[in-house]
C-alpha cells in the first residue's frame, strides 16, 4: 500500500517502519528470548523516555524473582509493559482473537514475519463466527456481534452468554479451529438464571481486515422513527481507506434520502484519517465521477443533515479523535466516556511468534493529549451489555437525540 493511504487509513499506522531508538543504559537480560527482546524493542521505540527508568526498575526486580518462582513469560511480559502505563502496548498469542485482528491491521509493519508467523503465504485469517466477548466477573458475554458475519445470522446477540462450545469450555479462537464450513453448537444464556439454549453457528474462515469492511457495509441502513427516516452506520473500525469508500457510497447511495444519521462509533481497534469527521461537518459539495458506461463513483460526499454518534469504552485511538471532532463541531455524543488511548503505535514478532504492539510517539490533539483524557458524552447512558438480549440503550437515546434535533429542525 503506498504511503499515502497509510496516512489516511489511521495515525497509529502511519509509523510503521519508524523507531525513536533511544539510547537507553544497559540492562541485564533475562536468559528468555521472548522477554529480553521485548525489552531491546521497548528501549529503542517506545515513545517516553520519562517512562523507561520505571520499566528498567521492573526487568531488574523480575530478574531478581527469578531465582524465587518459575518463570511464566505471559506474566512476566504482563508485569514489565504494564510499568509503562501505557495504552497500546500490549503482548498478543494466536490464542486470542485480538492476535488475528491487530495482525491484519499492522501488517505491513510485520511484512518480514508474515510468513513465519502465518504460513505459507502469510495471509491473515482464522476460524470464526464474527464476534468479540470479555469475561466479566467470572462469565463470557457476546460483547460485539459484527454485523453480517455468522453470528449475527444465527440471532446470537449482544449480552448472551456463552457457556459452552460443543460441549467443552469456550475458547475465542479453540472452539472454531478446523471446523471452517461446519457448525459449531453454541451452549447460550440470553437471560440471566434461564436455562441455556443451544445455537449452530456457521464457522467461516475469516480476514479480520475484509471482515471489518463487510461488517461496516452490513451496518448501513435506515430506520423508520415516528414518521422519519433514520439512517444508521456502525464504523467498527477504520484501519483501511476502504472504509472511506463504504462511508461515501452510503451517503451517497443508500442513505441519501434519509433525514438524519446515527454515527456508531463504538468500534474495535478506533483507526481513522485526520479528516474523518469532514463528511459530517463540512460544507464541501459533493463530487461523483462518472465512467464511460454510465457508472457512478463518489469520490466525496458530505453528509448535510442532523447526526448524532454514539461513544463508549470502545471508541478509541484515531476513533477517538474523529468523536472530539464531532463533538467540537457541534455533533451530539451520546453513551459512554471514550477509552482515552490515543497514542500513535506499531507493532513487533516476537521469537515465539506472539505479537508485541507498542506505542512509539505521542499524539496531541488541538495542543492536547487525548491519552488519558476520554472524550466524554454530551448525554451519558450506562450500558452493561450482560444479559442485553439486542437491547441499545445507548442506540435507543441517540435516535430520541437525533428525533429533537430534527423536530429543532423544522420547527
Request: charged share 20%; with cysteine.
Amino acid at each position: 500500500m503506498p504511503a499515502r493511504s497509510l496516512a489516511r487509513a489511521t495515525p497509529f499506522l502511519v509509523l510503521l517502519c519508524f523507531g525513536n531508538a533511544f539510547a537507553a543504559p544497559d540492562v541485564p537480560t533475562t536468559g528468555n528470548a521472548v522477554i529480553d527482546k521485548t525489552v531491546q524493542i521497548v528501549d529503542q521505540n517506545f515513545y517516553s523516555q520519562a517512562a523507561l527508568p520505571a520499566f528498567h526498575d521492573a526487568v531488574k526486580d523480575l530478574i531478581a524473582d527469578l531465582g524465587k518462582e518459575p518463570l511464566v513469560v505471559a506474566d512476566a511480559e504482563s508485569r514489565i509493559l504494564g510499568s509503562l502505563q501505557s495504552s497500546h502496548t500490549g503482548r498478543y498469542l494466536p490464542d486470542q482473537l485480538d492476535f488475528y485482528e491487530l495482525a491484519d491491521i499492522f501488517r505491513y509493519a510485520l511484512h518480514d514475519s508474515m510468513r513465519g508467523l502465518f504460513p505459507p503465504d502469510g495471509k491473515v485469517s482464522y476460524e470464526g463466527i464474527g464476534i468479540a466477548s470479555k469475561e466479566i466477573d467470572g462469565a463470557r458475554f457476546i460483547t460485539d456481534v459484527y454485523d453480517g458475519g455468522p453470528a449475527a445470522q444465527a440471532g446470537l446477540t449482544v449480552g448472551d452468554e456463552i457457556l459452552a462450545a460443543a460441549d467443552k469450555p469456550f475458547a475465542e479462537i479453540g472452539s472454531f479451529k478446523g471446523k471452517a464450513g461446519g457448525t459449531v453448537a453454541l451452549q447460550i444464556r440470553h437471560h440471566a438464571g434461564d436455562a441455556s439454549t443451544t445455537v449452530a453457528v456457521r464457522v467461516e474462515q475469516i480476514e479480520p481486515q475484509q471482515m471489518f469492511v463487510d461488517a461496516v457495509d452490513k451496518s448501513v441502513r435506515l430506520v423508520e422513527r415516528d414518521g422519519r427516516r433514520i439512517g444508521v452506520i456502525h464504523l467498527w473500525t477504520y484501519t483501511t481507506d476502504r472504509i472511506t469508500d463504504v462511508i461515501y457510497e452510503a451517503l451517497a447511495a443508500r442513505l441519501k434520502d434519509v433525514d438524519g444519521l446515527v454515527l456508531d462509533l463504538r468500534s474495535r481497534w478506533g483507526g481513522g484519517p485526520g479528516d474523518a469527521a469532514e463528511p459530517f461537518v463540512s460544507g464541501t459539495a459533493d463530487m461523483q465521477v462518472i465512467d464511460h458506461d454510465g457508472d457512478k463513483h463518489a469520490v466525496y460526499t458530505g453528509f448535510h443533515k442532523p447526526v448524532v454518534a454514539i461513544v463508549d469504552a470502545g471508541t478509541r485511538s484515531s476513533m477517538e479523535i474523529l468523536a472530539y471532532s464531532l463533538k467540537k463541531n457541534g455533533i451530539p455524543l451520546v453513551g459512554a466516556p471514550t477509552a482515552g488511548d490515543v497514542l500513535a503505535a506499531t507493532a513487533y514478532a516476537l521469537p515465539d511468534g506472539s505479537l508485541l504492539e507498542l506505542a512509539v510517539q505521542d499524539v496531541t490533539v488541538d495542543g492536547q493529549r487525548l491519552e488519558g483524557h476520554p472524550v466524554t458524552p454530551d448525554v451519558a447512558v450506562p450500558f452493561d451489555v450482560r444479559y442485553a438480549a439486542g437491547a441499545d440503550p445507548q442506540m435507543d437515546r441517540a435516535m430520541a437525540v437525533l428525533g429533537q434535533r430534527l423536530a429543532e429542525t423544522v420547527n
